[in-house]
């Protein structure tokens, strides 16, 4: 399948339904390590629904069995994760998998069994850890550059107004937390990002 250029991810209900309200075509579950999995499984299982109602993808981030259970469209891992590899054979072959990788050399492990790439941070942002290296648009260009044909989304403190020059590097798109869950009207704010993203 084609790749949406908009990743929203969220652990919120209310922000999934009204980013998909406005035409977002991709949610990322996305919860805290603390969240128990029957948390996990509940919030999923609302959010894959209203996802399957819009015709959007529905991505579980890191917990793959939690993906399984609620019947999403698939995953996103992490460094940190089950090997690519192995989260490929569980999901198996029709689902979406997204990996992270901040370097080329972590781009190459992964291509093989990622649909795409997530990369960042890109700008900082609170969502991580706030120590963690920034590697900025130089840095999302030398993963773009590695990825070959594999597209690239882009992460990281990212708004609206850094969809050129994200774009400008090469990325497909790219994935937002703050931009639409602290903006006054989410639904608006997810409209802006898709008209930027053309």
Do not use: W
Not at 28 to 52: G, I, P
Request: net charge negative.
């Amino acid at each position: 399948m084609d790749i949406p250029r908009l990743h929203v991810v969220t652990d919120s209900l209310e922000i999934a339904r009204a980013a998909l309200s406005a035409g977002a075509p991709l949610i990322q579950v996305r919860v805290a390590d603390d969240v128990t999995d029957r948390e996990a499984f509940e919030l999923s299982v609302k959010v894959a629904h209203e996802c399957e109602a819009r015709g959007a993808v529905c991505l579980i981030n890191d917990r793959l069995d939690v993906a399984l259970a609620v019947g999403a469209t698939g995953a996103h891992v992490g460094a940190d994760d089950l090997p690519i590899e192995v989260s490929r054979r569980i999901l198996g072959d029709r689902a979406v998998l997204g990996a992270s990788a901040r370097r080329p050399g972590r781009a190459a492990e992964v291509l093989e069994h990622a649909d795409y790439l997530g990369c960042g941070q890109v700008n900082p942002s609170f969502t991580k850890d706030v120590a963690a290296a920034v590697i900025g648009l130089a840095g999302l260009a030398e993963v773009v550059a590695a990825a070959g044909r594999t597209p690239v989304i882009a992460i990281g403190g990212l708004t609206v107004r850094d969809v050129p020059a994200v774009l400008a590097a090469g990325a497909h798109g790219l994935a937002v937390i703050g931009a639409i869950r602290d903006a006054a009207d989410p639904a608006r704010a997810t409209a802006e990002l898709l008209r930027a993203l053309g």
